[in-house]
């Protein structure tokens, strides 16, 4: 696997080619532009493309899926219009895969479970709530996840989303009693130092729309003692 630092740009680049390009996200940085006016990370993306391409004018990039602002990992992008419209489709029929790791403090009633869930999104705190059965406005969630690790304090799994829906992991992970560390929002009882979650965009694998080749890329671990001590 290819890694490329941009130090300018604040960039970890995981890889590169003509129609994607595959970045690490940090804790903090927003994918796309909001409400909030901070710079998103695409607008980097751009910065970094036009420096090392030397283009003139605007820079294509198209946005293929989002992290939540407290959440690391991987993000992909499409460098060019031909790549968008196929990975928006491989996304749309789930046939990119991801895999994420999550730090929780209680262990979770079994140590392998799917965990099906009816999501509730609440626009005016923007939370999640799940249900057990299915409610007006709801939308079914599952995801499977399993423990990999113990750590002195914390557990270390493993999710694998079978659907992509708002705040999934953190809410599925909560309403099992089993919230990520430093998520506040959805009951844990102290924040992260640097505002993140404990929570990781692991594994991307996908199908290269242009090439058509199996990609498979890996984000390190952000640099932090407990993540450290997960040493896989």
Sequence with gaps: MTKIFSNKNNLQI????????????RAGDIVQGDKTGDKPLSDVVKSYIAEKYNKQGNVYLG??????????????FAKTSKALPRLNKLFAEKTAHKTYWAL?????????????HWLKKNPKNNKSTAYKKEIEGSKKAILSYK?????????????????????????????IGCPIKGDLK???D??????????????????????????T???????????DACGI
Excluded: M
């Design 14 to 25: 995981l890889h590169e080619d003509n129609h994607v390009i595959i970045v690490n996200k």
């Design 147 to 175: 423990v990999i690790k113990k750590l002195d304090n914390f557990y270390l799994l493993e999710v694998d989303l079978e659907t992509g829906r708002h705040h999934q992991i953190r809410t599925q992970l909560a309403a």
């Design 186 to 188: 959805y009951g844990f």
């Design 217 to 227: 890329v890996k984000a390190p671990l952000p640099k932090d003692p407990l993540w």
């Design 104 to 116: 929780v403090k209680n262990a979770p009633p079994i140590p392998e479970d799917r965990l099906v």
């Design 190 to 215: 102290r924040s992260n130092k640097d505002a993140s979650i404990s929570l990781h965009a692991r594994i991307l694998s996908f199908i290269h729309p242009v090439k058509k080749e199996a990609l």
């Design 63 to 76: 946005v293929v899926h989002r992290l939540d602002r407290p959440t690391t990992g991987v993000v992909l």
